[in-house]
């Protein structure tokens, strides 16, 4: 696992925090090749960190290093409630259904039934997700501890026999939002991330200043 951390300190007045302030953090998939990071992605509230004013606050924000897929079904609040999720391994994986086998079930692509976790939101190689059931809604997620499984990106409707081509990376990004629910989708437009798309890799260990500038702007470095 890997993680960053931020806090609010009431030591200066150039440094507190004027607002009570929630802090969401959201993934999108990395840009290939150096490409722009800004994709048809829409990232899911991972976790919303509620900051008092005025207030000398730590928080420690750890990422699970297991990315996954999973089935998903909205809510009539939106909300997209987790089905049946399975980690990424190398190659991809393909949603099957067979009565046989108990209904639907995914199988990694290369045909190995062993599944190969992932490292610090990222998977080496380049793989994809692939459809050989009816039309699903899919997600990409993170595993906790608990092999709970966290949508973080909506990927939308997956046809059958159709497949998302996934380069395997993650960046995190990291917003000042009112309103906002976990497991529901951001709606855009949204408010531009404090913190730009970074990938886990350059965040890890990070420690960040959140404050509240004396123009009124909220401030995260």
């Known amino acids: 696992m890997t993680g960053f951390s931020i806090r609010t300190l009431t030591s200066e007045r150039h440094t507190k925090l004027a607002r009570k302030t929630d802090v969401v953090v959201t993934f999108i998939r990395s840009p290939e090749n150096g490409n722009s990071v800004m994709n048809d992605d829409i990232p899911i509230p991972w976790k919303i960190l509620t900051f008092l004013a005025n207030s000398n606050t730590y928080r420690s924000i750890t990422i699970p290093s297991a990315i996954g897929v999973c089935t998903v079904k ?3 609040s939106g909300v997209l409630s987790p089905q049946l999720g399975t980690t990424l391994s190398k190659g991809g994986v393909i949603l099957k259904f067979s009565e046989e086998a108990g209904g639907l079930y995914w199988e990694n692509a290369d045909g190995n039934t062993e599944e190969t976790a992932s490292t610090e939101g990222t998977i080496d190689g380049d793989f994809v997700i692939k459809n ?43 917003h000042v939002m009112e309103n906002q629910i976990l ?23 990070k420690s960040f200043k959140l404050y509240t500038e004396r123009n009124g702007t909220t401030i995260l470095k």
Do not use: H, R
Request: with cysteine; charged share 30%; net charge negative.
């Open 74 to 76: 909205e809510k009539d």
């Open 132 to 174: 050989e059931y009816e039309e699903t809604k899919l997600a990409l997620c993170l595993f906790d501890d608990d092999d709970v499984c966290l949508p973080i990106v909506n990927l939308g409707e997956l046809p059958k026999d159709e497949e998302i081509k996934f380069n395997g990376k993650l960046s995190v990004q990291v």
């Open 183 to 205: 497991g529901k989708p951001l709606t855009w437009p949204s408010t531009p991330p404090l913190v730009k798309p970074m990938a886990i890799a350059d965040i890890s260990k």
